[in-house]
């Protein structure tokens, strides 16, 4: 049987395309690199941008001090652990090239089921500040975002 933190538990990964994904990944050994406002927003816009998630769509995200969440909806094309581990590369290469690892091995995963609320995975996603103490209110935070935010909707309230 293997530990709690074995790699073997990943080994088995099924990737299914169409499927929605939270994923979370860490900074290496936990490190607060995204408390400061230039590396957040970096890393930010490089998890956001469509380069990030070529063929997949993400409808979530929050960039927390020392890790990153989101909800992602897999495209056709690839699988769950070459998506994921081709945006942590692209987020490294616009944070700090020669600064060492930016982000642990792996990744963490939950594949939402047919009768799993999206709506409410997108919540506690966008949340994490919150429940944090990081911020008191969506918009008091600066590094997240959802499909189902709008310019439309902002200019409207």
């Known amino acids: 049987m293997p530990t709690r933190r074995s790699p073997e538990l990943r080994s088995g990964r099924w990737s299914e395309p169409g499927r929605i994904y939270l ?3 860490v900074t290496d050994g936990r490190k607060p690199w995204f408390q400061d406002w230039e590396p957040a927003a ?3 816009r490089a998890l956001a ?3 990030a998630w070529p063929g997949s769509r993400l409808l979530c995200w929050v960039l927390m001090p020392d ?3 989101g909800l992602l909806e897999l495209g056709e094309s690839e699988s769950l652990s070459r998506t ?4 942590k590369a692209h987020a490294t290469r616009v944070w700090k090239p020669d600064a060492g690892r930016l982000w642990q091995p792996g990744f963490h995963d939950r594949a939402l089921r ?3 609320n999206l709506l409410a995975a997108a919540r506690y996603v966008v949340a994490n ?3 944090a103490g990081i911020s008191r209110s969506f918009g008091g935070y600066s590094y997240w975002d959802a499909v189902w935010i709008s310019a439309d909707a ?3 309230s």
Not at 84 to 87: E, K
């Open 23 to 25: 994923v979370t990944i």
């Open 42 to 44: 970096a890393v930010a």
């Open 129 to 131: 500040p919150i429940r």
């Open 114 to 116: 047919s009768d799993d």
């Open 84 to 87: 994921v581990g081709r945006a």
């Open 49 to 51: 941008g469509r380069d």
């Open 154 to 156: 902002d200019a409207a």
């Open 67 to 69: 890790h990153w969440h």
